[in-house]
């Protein structure tokens, strides 16, 4: 089966392990990986020529990070349990969360549910960093987020557009080819409208990604011609709004 561009990266840069205690499954997860570091590199890169957000690439920060938002945060996406934490190797131990990966063929439903909690988020504050639609799962009990590791309470508008555009960037990476011939407008449109929904300044945020700051980077990381199709989406939003 062949793999897209960013399943094969997520797959390479993998840096958690599985076990089993007493029929429970566990994840066991080293942020002193050097393949796992990998991700973080390409990520900067991509960052570092307009500084949009302040990642961390330190494992013990990007550690204290994701614990920290894992245990604090109350009103973002489901979580799993974080069970031990070793600051100095640096490592966890948490849960297992059984479901489905977030993808471009994930229900309609999911895409306005992950947008809905993503507005959760930036309304308590928090900002993630790392949004790509690998870090979350849903299943019978709601949408998840697994990965955190660039998450800070330290939210502004910028940061904020940085996750949506994260977001869609690797959405539409992932559902290229059927979203060229399909409604790809309809599936952004679901996603925006459950961020509105929950997040209150959700306006200056969308007005963020349509600033000349933002404008060159959804034309570089979202791929063609889905980059135009999703900035034409935000300016209807825009002119609604006011």
């Given at each position: 089966m062949k793999q897209n561009p960013l399943e094969f990266l997520d797959t390479f840069v993998k840096q958690s392990r599985?076990?089993?205690?007493?029929?429970?499954?566990?994840?066991?997860?080293?942020?002193?990986?050097?393949?796992?570091?990998?991700?973080?590199?390409?990520?900067?890169?991509?960052?570092?020529?307009?500084?949009?957000?302040?990642f961390k690439l330190d494992p013990k920060e990007r550690l204290i990070r994701e614990v920290e938002f894992m245990r604090k945060s109350t009103k973002c996406f489901k979580k799993p349990e974080v069970l031990i934490v070793d600051y100095t190797k640096p490592k966890i131990v948490r849960s297992f969360v059984k479901g489905e990966v977030y993808s471009y063929d994930s229900p309609i439903n999911i895409h306005y549910e992950i947008g809905k909690c993503l507005g959760f988020c930036h309304e308590e504050g928090w900002v993630l960093g790392d949004t790509k639609i690998t870090n979350f799962v849903y299943n019978e009990k709601g949408l998840f987020i697994v990965d955190a590791e660039q998450a800070i309470r330290e939210y502004n508008e910028k940061y904020a557009a940085w996750d949506i555009l994260v977001l869609i960037s690797t959405l539409s990476m992932d559902g290229y080819l059927k979203a060229v011939k399909s409604d790809y407008s309809r599936i952004v449109d679901f996603i925006l409208r459950g961020y509105i929904d929950t997040h209150r300044e959700s306006a200056d945020v969308i007005k963020m990604l349509r600033s000349n700051e933002f404008k060159p980077l959804i034309l570089l990381l979202i791929p063609f011609p889905l980059n135009y199709v999703f900035y034409k989406k935000i300016g209807e939003y825009v002119e609604h709004i006011y």
């Open positions: 599985f076990f089993i205690v007493d029929n429970n499954m566990y994840v066991l997860k080293e942020y002193a990986s050097e393949i796992g570091l990998l991700k973080w590199y390409i990520i900067m890169v991509s960052n570092f020529a307009v500084g949009i957000y302040p």
